[in-house]
């Protein structure tokens, strides 16, 4: 019942709610009307309503990872009018599990995520911020996604169930981070019988453009205020990419 109530605080911006099972939610952080650049946060699993946002570990959930990078957006390119989106809008796998090692859950969030993209206002580009089993997600959305989509950036990733960034689409701007000591990184890219999530994003053969992640560790720090991960992922938000500070 807090949770509902925090949702529901004057200023918020809830842009879907469903309290059903474990529970969905989107909020927006900026103008989605007027914005010329708009970020979408994909968060991983062990997602719903009750770790939408958090006190504790704020910027490891979806409402505090979309408010840093909506805020360093701010600050990186203030003549950028940007908005920012906290997608947890799909059922997420629950922790280390079958579900998290297969696509099914992820196939079914990618429909939704193709329905959300195709309803934003505006002409301004999009780009996808995707977070551990989220980059699964936004790897099976991928292929089949609005032109307005511009960059697929991926942070943590298991893998996106495509051999290489020109498998996301030869027209969208493929961007992969990892911190040093990111359990995930010891996890197998493989993909066999339909368990795992294929080639490793991080891969000098993925051909993703690989950002720097100063200042952040372990797997969830990637959104957290002053780490160089999050002015990346900011840089690449706006279209600045001149600022994204590679490997």
């Known amino acids: 019942m807090n949770r509902f109530l925090s949702l529901r605080e004057e200023g918020r911006h809830i842009l879907a709610f469903d309290p059903t099972g474990l529970g969905r939610a989107a909020e927006v952080f900026g103008d989605l009307e007027s914005a010329e650049r708009i970020s979408v946060v994909v968060?991983?699993?062990?997602?719903?309503?009750l770790t939408f946002e958090r006190t504790r570990m704020k910027y490891a959930a979806p409402s505090g990872m979309a408010e840093a990078l909506h805020a360093q957006q701010g600050r990186s390119a203030p003549a950028v009018r940007s908005a920012t989106i906290a997608w947890?809008?799909?059922?997420?796998?629950?922790?280390?599990s079958v579900d998290t090692a297969t696509g099914e859950l992820a196939r079914a969030g990618a429909d939704r995520l193709r329905d959300l993209l195709a309803a934003l206002p505006g002409e301004g580009g999009i780009a996808l911020m995707c977070h551990s089993y989220g980059s699964v997600v936004c790897g099976l959305a991928?292929?089949?996604?609005?032109?307005?989509v511009t960059d697929i950036?991926?942070?943590?990733?298991?893998?996106?169930?495509a051999g290489s960034a020109?498998?996301?689409g030869e027209d969208v701007r493929v961007w992969a981070m990892r911190t040093p000591d990111d359990w995930i990184g010891d996890v197998p890219h493989l993909r066999v019988a339909g368990i795992g999530h294929?080639?490793?994003?991080?891969?000098?053969?993925?051909?993703?453009?690989?950002?720097?992640?100063?200042?952040?560790?372990?797997?969830?720090?990637?959104?957290?205020?002053?780490?160089?991960?999050?002015?990346?992922?900011?840089?690449?938000?706006?279209?600045a990419y001149h600022s994204a500070e590679l490997r």
């Open 43 to 49: 968060p991983g699993a062990d997602v719903d309503l």
């Open 88 to 96: 947890a809008d799909y059922t997420a796998p629950r922790g280390v």
């Open 142 to 148: 991928a292929g089949n996604l609005p032109e307005r």
């Open 153 to 161: 950036a991926v942070a943590a990733s298991p893998g996106v169930r």
């Open 166 to 168: 020109r498998d996301l």
């Open 198 to 239: 294929g080639a490793d994003p991080m891969s000098e053969s993925f051909g993703a453009r690989r950002l720097s992640t100063g200042g952040a560790t372990g797997h969830t720090d990637y959104f957290v205020p002053g780490t160089r991960s999050l002015e990346n992922l900011a840089a690449v938000g706006t279209g």
